[in-house]
């Protein structure tokens, strides 16, 4: 600490750094299906944080509601319809990555039509919630699943 910076500045530096991030509002589902078991998704290569298990789910694009985004979204990668009613937001997670802050509310989905099929993922797994804490998640993701623990 030379220079004249004081543990107090290079605090203050930090929060500013931190704080510069633009937050980017991503929406998630838990799928549960009537087992109590909970969909995860194996994030493909070539993709950020590639092989890694994620809650399906993606980025709200400009002029999207959060809910449609994740319709969308369920569509694009998993192949089934879902509607409105039948979601629900249960937590979110907000976590600093390197080059942004991602905002990330999870909702709850029990019922869709269609067959879920892995459409952009690189393998599907139905999970007991107990079991969720076996696979390697993004970090943004992990702190959701004790709360899916507690509720299911
Ligand atoms: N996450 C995340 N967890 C999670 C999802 C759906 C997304 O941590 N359950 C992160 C991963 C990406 C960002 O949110 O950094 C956007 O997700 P997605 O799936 O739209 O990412 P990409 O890889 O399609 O988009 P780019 O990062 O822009 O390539």
Same mark, same amino acid.
């Given at each position: ?34 087992? !109590?078991? =909970?969909?995860?998704?194996? $994030? /493909? ?6 092989? &890694?298990? %994620?809650?399906? +789910? !993606?980025? =709200?694009?400009?002029?999207? $509601? /959060? ?6 979204? &369920?569509? %694009?990668?998993? +192949?089934?319809? =879902? ?70």
């Amino acid at each position: 600490l030379g220079h004249g910076r004081t543990l107090q500045s290079v605090a203050a530096e930090s929060r500013v750094t931190a704080a510069s991030l633009p937050t980017v509002l991503v929406v998630a589902a838990a799928l549960i299906d009537v087992d !109590g078991r =909970v969909l995860i998704a194996k $994030r /493909p290569q070539g993709k950020t944080l590639a092989g &890694l298990w %994620e809650f399906p +789910g !993606g980025k =709200v694009e400009p002029g999207e $509601r /959060p809910e449609q985004a994740l319709i969308r979204e &369920l569509k %694009e990668e998993l +192949g089934i319809d =879902v509607s409105e009613n039948c979601l629900s937001p249960f937590v979110f997670a907000s976590h600093a990555y390197d080059s942004f802050h991602l905002l990330m509310p999870l909702y709850l989905c029990r019922r869709w039509d269609g067959v879920v099929t892995a459409r952009e993922h690189d393998g599907l797994a139905w999970v007991k919630p107990s079991k969720l804490s076996d696979y390697p998640m993004p970090p943004a993701d992990e702190p959701l699943v004790a709360w899916l623990r507690d509720l299911l």
